[in-house]
């Protein structure tokens, strides 16, 4: 008789409940997620960055930013937006082990997912997190500044220290479809403070006369960056909901 384990096949013993999911990279109930991009090489898309953290925002679950290859350049910029707008950031190197520690106690006890374009060194720096090589790593193409595909499936594997991570595909585009366009705003926490403060209840925040959130903007209140993917994203779902 060939027992389950010299099969290699598992056994489903109970289902348990779905408190948070997410449809690419496609997770379910995992802690936080870990959103992983390059000060350079690849350049980072703003845009995406700032579409899957919506996405993110919708399904309740902690984000944390990891801006990696700040060995190539400190990205300071983009520290900036994103703690401006209320995210914890953390500036690293997997090159050259810039505040490995600290993302491993971010890491600890938790179930956490790490998503991000192919080439940002998502791998590399779980490599350096496991301290070994334990992820395969590739190189970014010099002609179209994209990463090869390194990683083929997503995985839930057990921390040394504590708690679980997954390693996902690198993804380039994902839905957030299912957002209302008039929800958007929800989902941008630095928006806040003054969504509420708006003249019409149905604001927009996009080219409305005394809109509270454009004036937080002319302010330097708002990063102009995430004003504009968002008001990007508004128009996306707009037309999508006309079809």
């Not at 060939?2 to 348990?16: A, F, N, P, Q």
């Not at 996405?55 to 984000?63: F, P, Q, T």
């Not at 479809?177 to 941008?188: G, R, T, V």
Request: with cysteine.
């Amino acid at each position: 008789m060939v027992s389950t384990e010299d099969k290699k096949t598992g056994v489903i013993d109970e289902i348990l409940p779905r408190t948070s999911s997410l449809i690419r990279p496609p997770v379910a109930n995992v802690s936080q997620v870990a959103v992983v991009f390059a000060t350079e090489n690849p350049r980072p898309n703003l845009l995406i960055i700032d579409k899957f953290i919506a996405a993110c925002e919708e399904s309740g679950l902690e984000i944390l930013i990891c801006i990696n290859k700040t060995d190539l350049n400190a990205g300071k910029e983009y520290e900036e937006i994103y703690q401006r707008a209320g995210f914890e950031v953390i500036p690293l190197s997997a090159t050259e082990k810039i505040n490995i520690k600290t993302l491993k106690d971010k890491l600890k006890d938790k179930i956490t997912v790490f998503a991000g374009n192919s080439g940002v060194g998502k791998s590399s720096l779980l490599n350096s997190v496991f301290g070994e090589e334990f992820f395969r790593t590739g190189e970014v193409s010099e002609k179209v500044e994209r990463g090869r595909h390194t990683t083929r499936h997503s995985e839930l594997l057990p921390l040394p220290f504590g708690g679980y991570i997954i390693d996902t595909p690198g993804f380039s585009s994902f839905d957030i479809a299912k957002i209302p366009p008039e929800d958007l705003h929800l989902y941008f926490r630095d928006f806040a403070l003054f969504d509420t403060r708006c003249k019409f209840p149905d604001c927009s925040h996009t080219v409305e006369k005394g809109c509270s959130v454009l004036e937080a903007l002319q302010k330097g209140e708002i990063e102009k960056t995430r004003h504009e993917n968002y008001t990007y994203l508004y128009n996306e779902l707009k037309n999508i909901k006309k079809w």
